[in-house]
């Protein structure tokens, strides 16, 4: 379990281009339907990183994502995007460990603007599988299939889209196909009976020499 951890940490973290995609996007006003709540949120983490310390988190604006592939699948929800960081306060000498650094997050939110999901940039990217699930997203066809990786790419802020999607069977489908430093890479998603996201994490597993 430490290795595969290793293994989608260097993935997530070391993929040229994987950063937010500010110059498409659009930065929210107080306006917004979910400004409080994003608000809200950001609060929580400035608070909980002054419970560890003498910290400050610092963050981005915030970004709604206007992609067509998020509005297509889930019409019913928006998505914002920012980045936060935690840094010692000016001035002192302390250099507390541990800091977060660079963490992107998207919030996702009904049409009201409250909040129905967090989902973090990096890790196996279980939330998504998830949002895909309640949502009850199908997954067909290699259409089907573009369509939910690239919504994955957009929800992330990855560059990944011209990876490819490999049906396996009936139930399964292996997202953003990749064999890199000898390792493969996949988003495996699979379905229930009526085609439906049942799940969908990142694997990866080490190629065997020949």
Same mark, same amino acid.
């Given at each position: 379990?430490?290795?595969?951890?290793?293994?989608?940490?260097? +993935?997530?973290?070391?993929?040229?281009?994987?950063?937010?995609?500010?110059?498409?996007?659009?930065?929210?006003?107080? *306006?917004?339907?979910?400004?409080?709540?994003?608000?809200?949120?950001?609060? *929580?983490?400035?608070?909980? $990183?002054?419970?560890?310390?003498?910290?400050?988190?610092? +963050?981005?604006?915030?970004?709604?994502?206007? +992609?067509? *592939?998020?509005?297509?699948?889930?019409?019913?929800?928006?998505?914002?995007?920012? $980045?936060?960081?935690?840094?010692?306060?000016?001035?002192?000498?302390?250099?507390?460990?541990?800091?977060?650094?660079?963490?992107?997050?998207?919030?996702?939110?009904?049409?009201?603007? /409250?909040?129905?999901?967090?989902?973090?940039?990096?890790? /196996?990217?279980?939330?998504?599988?998830?949002?895909?699930?309640?949502?009850?997203?199908?997954?067909?066809?290699?259409?089907?299939?573009?369509?939910?990786? /690239?919504?994955?790419?957009?929800?992330?802020?990855?560059?990944?889209?011209?990876?490819?999607?490999?049906?396996?069977?009936?139930?399964?489908?292996?997202?953003?196909?990749?064999?890199?430093?000898?390792?493969?890479?996949?988003?495996?998603?699979?379905?229930?009976?009526?085609?439906?996201?049942?799940?969908?994490?990142?694997? *990866?597993?080490?190629?065997?020499?020949?």
């Amino acid at each position: 379990m430490k290795h595969l951890t290793t293994l989608f940490t260097v +993935f997530a973290l070391s993929t040229a281009g994987a950063q937010i995609r500010w110059q498409q996007l659009t930065q929210i006003t107080d *306006s917004d339907p979910a400004a409080p709540t994003l608000k809200k949120w950001q609060q *929580s983490i400035e608070a909980d $990183s002054r419970k560890h310390g003498d910290i400050v988190a610092t +963050f981005t604006p915030w970004y709604a994502l206007p +992609f067509a *592939s998020l509005k297509t699948l889930f019409p019913q929800h928006r998505f914002y995007a920012v $980045s936060w960081s935690q840094h010692p306060p000016p001035g002192t000498e302390k250099k507390p460990l541990g800091l977060a650094l660079g963490i992107e997050t998207t919030l996702v939110c009904d049409a009201t603007g /409250n909040l129905v999901k967090g989902v973090q940039h990096t890790g /196996n990217y279980e939330a998504f599988g998830e949002l895909l699930h309640a949502s009850h997203v199908t997954l067909r066809t290699a259409d089907d299939a573009k369509l939910v990786w /690239n919504a994955f790419c957009d929800i992330h802020q990855k560059h990944w889209q011209e990876l490819p999607a490999i049906k396996v069977d009936d139930k399964t489908w292996h997202l953003g196909d990749e064999t890199r430093d000898g390792v493969h890479y996949y988003y495996e998603v699979l379905l229930d009976s009526d085609s439906r996201v049942a799940s969908a994490k990142l694997r *990866s597993e080490q190629v065997k020499k020949p």
